[in-house]
């Protein structure tokens, strides 16, 4: 059932073969309504790193560490939120 899950996951536009399991692992993690909006989010962030490294052969890992960076970072954040997981404020 968990891989039939992953299987619908929507991809985004430009990504590194090599990270597709790790991406559609990370956007099975959010809910279905917001994978579309990450997806787009990460299609962007990838081509603008890849854009901006002047070196040929440091394009695509540019890209990737820009972009793979971003997404765990907001599925770190985010998915624990969602869940209802949170925290107590600091006592002063």
């Not at 996951?9 to 790790?22: G, I, K, L, Y």
């Not at 579309?36 to 070196?55: M, N, S």
Request: charged share 25%.
């Amino acid at each position: 059932m968990y891989q039939e899950q992953i299987s619908h996951v929507t991809m985004p536009t430009v990504f590194s073969r090599e990270d597709a399991p790790w991406i559609k692992e990370q956007l099975a993690t959010l809910p279905a309504g917001m994978r579309e909006k990450i997806a787009v989010a990460y299609a962007l962030a990838y081509q603008e790193a890849f854009d901006a490294e002047p070196v040929s052969f440091r394009q695509q890992n540019a890209a990737r560490r820009n972009a793979n960076r971003r997404l765990r970072e907001f599925c770190k954040r985010y998915t624990p939120a969602v869940r209802g997981y949170t925290s107590p404020p600091p006592r002063v």
